[in-house]
């Protein structure tokens, strides 16, 4: 590794200094150091790499940050399969596992070769009007389609390989991967999927009929999903971060990524801990 990006959050009290410490380490060491505009923000600093730069160059990325700060990385990154260090400067951290304190010391055992890879699914989805890719885009954690007018429920017909599954009415359907089971599809009923499997999990918000349950499916799967309401707008979210409008002319596509996101995780863990940690299992609720 030669070329160290730092991807940091752009605000909080823990966040210029942790940025200065890691860089005078990286320093020390003889690294080049590769910042987004974000964080030369953060330190006032008015160079900064260009995200096709940090792409093209970076051997590691250090984010610091919350989970969100990570998709972010994650979206600069592409089709790359960079490395990616998460030290949790937010609140839950799923995804972002070392904690603020250990950041300088879990860079040193990625430098000295001394940590643990895993690599994580993701989906790709394009939007088709009138036979036309209108946008193409992988994510990490999920896809949610939403209606637009909180006072109604809206339709969508989902096809599983060309196979009619079903026709949801519902406040929106959720497609995660299974690094996205414990985000928004949590939150909606879905079931917490152990991130190293390769699945997609589908699963419907507030749906009207009570047997509408989220369901889990195969990653060598095409999803499809028609909006079914006539002049009914919906829009569609990637990650919790891009945001389209979508009308009934559109149709969404879901598959499986071909390229993964390799997180950085600390060996002393494993993803029971980080639930039990996360969640609060074990701890007494009274």
């Not at 823990?14 to 940025?19: A, I």
């Not at 990650?239 to 149709?251: P, S, W, Y």
Request: hydrophobic share 40%; glycine share 8%; with cysteine.
């Amino acid at each position: 590794m030669k070329n160290i990006a730092i991807i940091a959050k752009p605000h909080g009290d823990r966040v210029k200094p942790l940025v200065y410490e890691i860089m005078g380490f990286l320093s020390n060491r003889g690294f080049e150091i590769l910042k987004d505009k974000r964080t030369a923000d953060v330190i006032g600093d008015k160079h900064f790499n260009t995200d096709e730069e940090i792409q093209s160059k970076a051997d590691l990325v250090v984010v610091l940050g919350g989970d969100g700060t990570l998709i972010s990385a994650v979206r600069i990154l592409g089709m790359k399969e960079t490395p990616i260090l998460g030290v949790n400067l937010g609140r839950l951290g799923f995804l972002t596992e070392t904690v603020a304190d250990e950041g300088v010391s879990a860079l040193k055992d990625v430098l000295d070769g001394d940590y643990k890879i895993e690599r994580r699914m993701k989906l790709h989805s394009h939007l088709i009007q009138e036979n036309e890719k209108m946008l193409e885009i992988d994510v990490l954690n999920d896809i949610v389609i939403n209606k637009s007018d909180a006072a109604r429920i809206f339709e969508t017909t989902v096809y599983i390989d060309g196979m009619l599954v079903n026709e949801y009415r519902a406040d929106g359907l959720i497609i995660a991967t299974p690094t996205g089971s414990t985000a928004y599809s949590l939150a909606a009923g879905g079931p917490i999927v152990h991130p190293s499997l390769e699945t997609m999990v589908i699963t419907p918000i507030c749906p009207q009929g009570l047997s509408n349950r989220p369901i889990v499916i195969s990653d060598e799967s095409e999803v499809t999903i028609k909006i079914n309401a006539e002049k009914e707008t919906a829009s569609i979210t990637y990650d919790g971060q891009v945001f389209r409008k979508l009308d009934d002319t559109i149709t969404i596509t879901v598959k499986k990524a071909s390229s993964v996101t390799n997180l950085i995780v600390p060996k002393s863990k494993n993803y029971y801990s980080l639930i039990r940690e996360k969640l609060g299992w074990g701890i007494s609720q009274c």
